[in-house]
């Protein structure tokens, strides 16, 4: 996935002003910045939920999978009715099997009777994953995927995560958590306030932080990073 | 389209107390209306007490009447209940058992005896009342003067009869019982012939003249009063009523009464379902998610109209068929019937498309259904001359813009054999799709944003 020069704006307020992103097969790429960034904005454009005022977006081929912050499933259907009904708006031949495939790629094959509201917020978010999946995406987009998850959610929602990479599937999320982005993200693109700051993988950014914020070299890395970008003026 | 519908049906199966309000409420409804318009009116509870002696007889011209008939007429407007005396009377009123307590006085018919003569009395008719609730003391006033209008009628008309009969003899002729005797009355006709034959065996002279006075006098009296006769059977209802209708042919009562609820079922059921579900689709995040390549935001509208219309369809002939208990219906009409639900449901479907895009959120959706829903059907049943032309106006206005007046004259055209076409209110919802189509979808674009 290549975007080049993307701008957006709403009303006066520029939410983004020329980003350019590049993500290769089996790259799981984080998007960082604080709240207001622009994150969200950026992925609903690459999804083709929102159109830029300004750049273009390209895909080498297959589909844009789109997995939004809040689990966008209907939740007092099962687990099963959820990823039948969205197999089947996809056209799928056949979508029981896809369905099926669905569940044991999530690991919810044995709750695939349970009503989703009586899911917890992480097994929600493997559904709302898995159906971001049935477009058989080659990019997938994912909007701050473990907001509301406990640590034990999150953990397996990234060895989910980490899997589909490992197929060959290109992950793209946003986060406002250092950590999360460092320990997955094979590369990290830093927004803040619609702006671009730095491209790379998370040890050149923590080079930069250094370079840019020595004061803070020594404090943890999240304090690190809030120096770095007000040493950069955000 | 069809996923997405069988979606939605899994989703209102899954709510229990959705599901049970849609199916309880035109039960309900039904219920009622049908009770309401299969009963006639339930007669009011009258404390009745007739002091007037049994054998006591109005007097007309001579002629006895037989008084027991006053108190028939009055029991057979409303429900007596025998009382044996004036206290037993008040305790019936105070206590609410009855509406109001009719006492006839012992002297009722003598005072009306009296009118014939140089000293006429005042005949009363004594009424009590509970008034503590004004409603109620209105409902009884407007029950006792029609009571007392229709006694006097009653009477009026007897005396004009009584009265044309006696003018009847006294120009024609004939015979009059009197006192168990009978008497043969001339009549003016007859004396007039009489004295016109006598005219000419007379010399001509001063007493030929006079008899030919009275002989005019006698036909102009036989002429005249010949007039009077049908002015006296006036006498008893001078005006009468002649009733034309100039626009409109109105439905029977129980048929407009079937169709309100109708419509009144389908209206909320449609509305709320529509404007819910759509919102629903919002709250549950998954409007981005279709709209992003797998449903048009339109054939999203469409599946919503499409629900509104089978369910409101389901609904309301579930809720005909319970009519069907307390009024027969004609069932050879059901084409046009889900001609009317078809058409009436996919106008307010639209509308409760329309509201649902515009409010968002669920809660305040079903808030917006009811406040629009609820005032615009009663508008809509307002008759013209009941408030003024400038406001009429303005109610004819509000009530075609919102599908209710005409998905109502659509259900009572498709019930009503004898009434109107289907066809005017058809191409008026038809138009009212389109619109409230158009606006839902403008609505849409900003559907989607917080």
Redesign the interface.
Same mark, same amino acid.
């Given at each position: 996935m290549r975007a080049r020069g993307l701008v957006k704006t709403y009303g006066s307020r520029e939410a983004l002003r020329g980003v350019d992103l590049a993500a290769d097969p089996g790259e799981l790429v984080a998007i960082i910045g604080p709240n207001g960034a622009g994150k969200t904005t950026l992925l609903s454009i690459l999804?083709?939920?929102m159109k830029p005022d300004g750049g273009d977006v390209g895909i080498d081929g297959g589909a844009v999978g789109?997995v939004?912050q809040? &689990? &966008?499933?209907?939740?007092?259907?099962t687990v099963e009715?959820n990823l039948l009904?969205?197999a089947?708006?996809?056209g799928h031949e056949d979508p029981r099997a896809s369905t099926e495939e669905m569940l044991e790629l999530a690991g919810l094959g044995e709750r695939r009777g349970e009503?989703v509201a009586r899911l917890s917020g992480g097994n929600q978010q493997r559904i709302n994953i898995a159906?971001g999946l049935l477009s058989r995406p080659a990019v997938l987009l994912l909007d701050e995927p473990s907001v509301g998850l406990d640590p034990r959610q999150r953990a397996r929602l990234w060895e989910f995560v980490s899997g589909l990479a490992g197929r060959g599937t290109t992950v793209i999320f946003s986060t406002h958590d250092i950590q999360e982005a460092e320990r997955y993200g094979r590369r990290l693109l830093v927004l803040a306030d619609g702006e671009s700051l730095f491209d790379g993988p998370a040890e050149e950014l923590r080079e930069a932080v250094r370079r840019e914020a020595p004061e803070a070299a020594d404090r943890d890395f999240e304090t690190a990073f809030v120096a770095y970008l007000q040493h950069r003026g955000h | 389209m069809r996923?997405?519908l069988?979606?939605d049906l899994?989703?209102l199966r899954?709510?229990p107390l959705q599901a049970l309000l849609l199916v309880a409420y035109p039960v309900l409804i039904a219920v009622l209306v049908g009770f309401a318009i299969s009963r006639s009116p339930e007669k009011p509870r009258i404390a009745f007490l007739n002091e007037v002696p049994s054998d006591t007889r109005v007097s007309v011209g001579g002629q006895q009447l037989p008084a027991a008939g006053v108190s028939d007429r009055i029991c057979s407007r409303v429900e007596c209940v025998d009382v044996k005396d004036r206290a037993q009377a008040r305790d019936e009123v105070e206590s609410g058992e009855v509406l109001a307590a009719v006492i006839l006085p012992s002297d009722l018919v003598d005072k009306i005896n009296s009118l014939g003569t140089l000293t006429p009395g005042v005949p009363r008719v004594e009424v009590l009342v509970n008034e503590e609730d004004p409603v109620k003391a209105q409902l009884v006033n407007e029950r006792i003067s029609t009571l007392l209008a229709q006694a006097n009628l009653a009477i009026a008309r007897r005396i004009a009869t009584e009265g044309g009969h006696y003018l009847n003899l006294l120009v024609n002729g004939g015979n009059l019982r009197v006192i168990g005797q009978t008497v043969n009355i001339l009549g003016l006709r007859a004396t007039a012939q009489i004295l016109g034959a006598l005219e000419p065996a007379l010399p001509p002279g001063p007493l030929r003249a006079s008899l030919r006075e009275v002989t005019g006098f006698a036909t102009q009296a036989r002429d005249n009063l010949n007039i009077a006769g049908p002015l006296i059977d006036r006498i008893a209802q001078p005006i009468v009523v002649k009733k034309e209708a100039v626009s409109g042919s109105s439905p029977p009562l129980e048929i407009f009464a079937i169709a309100v609820a109708a419509t009144l079922t389908l209206a909320f059921v449609t509305v709320l379902l529509v404007a819910g579900s759509l919102a629903l689709e919002r709250e549950?995040?998954?409007f981005?998610?279709?709209t992003?390549?797998?449903?048009s935001p339109l054939a999203l509208l469409g599946e919503k109209v499409l629900l509104g219309m089978v369910v409101g369809l389901v609904v309301t002939l579930v809720m005909l068929a319970g009519m069907q208990l307390f009024v027969p219906l004609q069932w050879s009409r059901i084409g046009l019937w889900l001609l009317a639900i078809l058409a009436g449901g996919g106008a307010l479907a639209a509308a409760g498309a329309a509201l649902g895009a515009a409010a968002r959120e669920v809660r305040a959706v079903s808030l917006l259904a009811f406040m629009v829903t609820l005032p615009v059907a009663f508008l809509s049943l307002i008759p013209s001359g009941a408030v003024g032309s400038g406001l009429y106006d303005l109610v004819r206005i509000v009530t075609a813009i919102f599908p209710f007046k005409p998905a109502l004259e659509a259900m009572t055209a498709a019930l009503d054999s004898a009434g109107p076409g289907i066809g005017g209110p058809l191409a008026h919802l038809a138009i009212l799709i389109v619109a409230y189509g158009l606006l839902a979808r403008f609505a849409l674009r900003r559907f989607?944003a917080v």
């Open positions: 999804a083709g939920i789109w939004p809040q &689990a &966008a499933l209907y939740r007092r259907l009715e009904l969205f089947r708006l996809e009503i159906i | 996923w997405l069988l979606k899994q989703i899954r709510s549950e995040n998954a981005s998610r279709l992003r390549g797998l449903v989607a």
